[in-house]
């Protein structure tokens, strides 16, 4: 297995706690990016992974976390994009806009300029191209109108999949997985959750580990580029 460390945004909890806690299981050599100082991030530490400190929420925050990686790492395996903002578009338009800045930031301008600082960094092994992973949302195909700065957002970051794909070949692969219900939030409601899984043809909160599976079939296929991989159950079929 590769020792070129692959990074992994916004391991703090959930999601992106459980690709990190599985890649390092699977032999990678992982560095995991965090915000908050949470007990999952400790648990990584206490496994022995790398980890590193940023909040992208701000075009300078952001370039001195990549002129940090680009000092301290010459090479890198993979990039997977997790760390996300998702809260419904507020009401009032001043709070919106400071919404879409943050989100925007984090959604897009993030993955940007970390993908951009960094694309001489990557490299894959034995000849075969490295990985650029966006995590984006079945949203960005069909939205969810309450969440629609999330939305858009997420639909850049799903854009700039395509774009990178044909950028950075053929040395980097570019590739998103759109997540649907698979670790549902303290918001949801019991209602709500259960009307989310009645448009599930697979009927269930996926959980995080169908996303690992997503993201190893993805570093382990040499000739998968510009593609999105569903993981919602087949929810995009049937949400309303
Ligand atoms: N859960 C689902 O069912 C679902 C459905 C569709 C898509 N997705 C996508 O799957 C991914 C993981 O989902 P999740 O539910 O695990 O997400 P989550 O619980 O919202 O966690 C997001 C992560 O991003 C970090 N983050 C947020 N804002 C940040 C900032 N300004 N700078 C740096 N890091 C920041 C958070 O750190 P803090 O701990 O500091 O907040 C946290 O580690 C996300 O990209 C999400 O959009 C999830």
Do not use: C, W
Request: a neutral charge.
């Amino acid at each position: 297995m590769s020792q070129k460390k692959v990074l992994v945004t916004g391991t703090s909890r959930r999601v992106g706690l459980h690709i990190a806690k599985r890649l390092h299981q699977d032999g990678y050599a992982v560095l995991a990016h965090y915000r908050s100082e949470t007990e999952g991030v400790q648990e990584l530490k206490g496994l022995g992974i790398e980890t590193i400190r940023a909040d992208f929420d701000s075009r300078d925050s952001i370039l001195e976390f990549v002129t940090r990686l680009r000092h301290q790492y010459r090479s890198l395996r993979a990039i997977i994009h997790n760390a996300s903002s998702f809260t419904p578009t507020d009401d009032d338009l001043a709070r919106a806009a400071e919404q879409y800045e943050l989100f925007f930031y984090v959604h897009m301008m993030g993955p940007f300029l970390i993908n951009q600082g960094l694309q001489d960094r990557l490299q894959g092994d034995e000849g075969n191209p490295a990985d650029i992973i966006h995590i984006t949302d079945i949203n960005v195909e069909n939205p969810t109108p309450r969440f629609d700065i999330y939305g858009t957002t997420k639909a850049g970051l799903h854009n700039m999949t395509l774009a990178l794909a044909k950028k950075l070949a053929p040395n980097i692969k570019v590739n998103a997985i759109a997540p649907g219900p698979v670790l549902f939030t303290e918001s949801h409601s019991e209602e709500v959750r259960q009307a989310m899984m009645d448009e599930t043809p697979l009927a269930r909160e996926g959980g995080a580990e169908p996303v690992y599976l997503a993201i190893k079939s993805v570093l382990d296929n040499p000739f998968l580029t510009g593609v999105s991989i569903p993981v919602d159950g087949g929810r995009r079929l049937s949400k309303r």
